[in-house]
């Protein structure tokens, strides 16, 4: 990493929910000007707290990089529709929910307003960039940017290359990866890149052995834990990015890659009875 890298003056991020949040929060936190889409009124609210609630927390515990404390929340914005996003925009992260045609639209949506060099990113965990990138008129300028959850905490960013992905893209993506303390991994599109398909074949295993009745999910956690140095067992681990998130990535990547990544019967009850969760309050762990 260089200390010279700098975060882009304006980020676009549309959706403001956990993990758009969480975005908005880190880029806020390393300088950059933030402007969040949230359409309904009470998400947008949400949001915004989310948001300015964190970038507090982080300046009580010290961890407040960039901007000091006071200025930080004057940053971030939030705006209902992606038309209100300012034309001089350097980056566009969209994380909204993982669907394909909902991801699409609101990329060339976006890309109607920015400037012709701004960067547009896709916080997808599994869908194809290269399949995001057909609706775009400059392809070029476009391509993954995974983000990890909790956002502001993670070290990682796995950027993904789409077919037309430009080495300016690409290289911008690096150093505002850098500017916010994290470590970039560069990989090509395929279906779930190498964090969600490597993640999601041992949560689906894990899920597999509590509906066999190998152990319960604590055991398997805290084998994984002790056993292989793994900083969260995966069963707490699908707590946190969410059953319902887990669920769509398994179905993806198993019309995709076949029959190793078919949903266990066990998770596809549990979404069922929402039981999606941290955000939910119960998963496979109960959550305060």
């Not at 929910?17 to 998400?43: K, L, T």
């Not at 078919?262 to 309050?281: D, I, Y």
């Amino acid at each position: 990493m260089t200390s010279a890298s700098t975060p882009p003056s304006v980020v676009g991020v549309i959706g403001g929910g956990r993990m758009g949040a969480g975005v908005a929060q880190s880029f806020a936190a390393a300088g950059s000007r933030v402007v969040v889409v949230e359409r309904d009124g009470a998400a947008a609210a949400a949001a915004l707290e989310r948001i300015t609630g964190g970038l507090r927390q982080a300046a009580e515990r010290g961890t407040l990089g960039g901007p000091s404390d006071l200025d930080v929340p004057d940053r971030v914005r939030v705006v209902p529709s992606i038309a209100a996003l300012p034309h001089d925009t350097d980056l566009v992260v969209e994380a909204v929910p993982e669907n394909a045609a909902l991801k699409a639209e609101v990329l060339a949506a976006a890309e109607r307003v920015v400037h012709d060099d701004c960067v547009l990113a896709s916080n997808t965990s599994s869908l194809s960039v290269t399949g995001l990138s057909a609706v775009l008129e400059r392809p070029g300028r476009f391509l993954g940017m995974h983000f990890f959850n909790p956002v502001p905490v993670s070290d990682l960013v796995e950027l993904v290359l789409a077919r037309d992905t430009g080495a300016a893209a690409l290289g911008a993506a690096i150093r505002w990866t850098h500017a916010l303390g994290k470590q970039e991994v560069v990989v090509q599109d395929s279906p779930g890149f190498a964090s969600s398909r490597l993640g999601l074949a041992l949560g689906l295993e894990a899920i597999r052995m509590v509906e066999e009745g190998v152990a319960d999910p604590e055991a398997i956690d805290t084998a994984m834990r002790l056993g292989y140095r793994h900083p969260m067992g995966p069963l707490r681990l699908t707590d946190v990015v969410g059953l319902d998130v887990r669920l769509a990535i398994a179905e993806h990547l198993h019309a995709t890659l076949g029959e190793r990544f078919a949903p266990p019967r066990l998770l596809r009850e549990k979404v069922a009875r929402g039981e999606l969760g941290r955000k939910s309050g119960q998963g496979f762990y109960r959550w305060p």
